[in-house]
């Protein structure tokens, strides 16, 4: 499904698959935006195929934190020659391949073949994709290194505009108009799932961005009103659980 010129959702929930993956269009690559569950691949690669990038090749896989139905493809695309990057706090995550029974309360494991991050980053980093410019915001609470990726879709700046502005959420909170409160928070059970943390990226992010489009790991794409989105989601949150 193409969303801005440049982003595409190539599996989800769209999809019957758990977990969001966003591909972005440059001239001569692929970057990915998360990498889904497990057994997302196929559906993957179908879904570049079908939207005409199957003879470019991924090499960049942004990951917004560790989950299994983010990080499940990132050893598969790390092999095909993907560099993965991730938040400093969730690169354990990828070592250990998700998270084992005993580590949750649950006593049920979510665990994906294991791989090593190519870069982290633990403040404000830019990263270059193409003409992309990727600025990461690590946003704990969700997992200790969950993150938000902002960029300009450059592909769209015509007669000297800009192109809008895309941010990618990661699970702090996703979107769906047709729910009562048409925006979700994130799911709490992860073991390295923090309230006071995620309060303060909550604080954070109702104040610093303004997106055009708001990519969730979950959910649906928003095309307006990002920054009144955003707030909802913070101000859920903060009556929530003060
Ligand atoms: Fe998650």
Known sequence: MQITKSVYLVSG???????????????????????????????????????????????????????????GCAAYFQKKGAKLVVAEGDAHWLREGGFRADRTPYGEGWTYPSCEADAVFSERSAFAFEDFRLTAYPLPGHTD??????????????????????LFTGDTFSFDREIDDHVLLCWKGSPDYDPVKLRKSFEFA????????????????LLANGNAVIRAAARKFLVAYR
Not at 37 to 51: D, G, K, N, Q, T
Not at 208 to 221: A, C, Q, R, Y
């Open 13 to 71: 929930a769209n999809y019957d698959l758990l977990g969001n993956v966003y591909a972005i269009r440059g001239e001569k690559s692929v970057a990915l935006v998360d990498s889904g569950e497990p057994c997302a691949a196929e559906v993957i690669e179908v879904s570049l195929r079908r939207w005409g990038m199957g003879d470019l090749p991924v090499t960049r896989l942004f990951l917004t934190h560790g989950h299994a139905d983010h990080a």
């Open 145 to 166: 290194g969950s993150s938000f990726f902002e960029m300009e879709d450059v592909g769209e700046r015509t007669g000297g505009r800009p192109g809008r502005t895309v």
């Open 206 to 221: 109702a104040q610093e961005f303004s997106p055009d489009v708001i990519l969730s790991g979950h959910g649906m794409p």
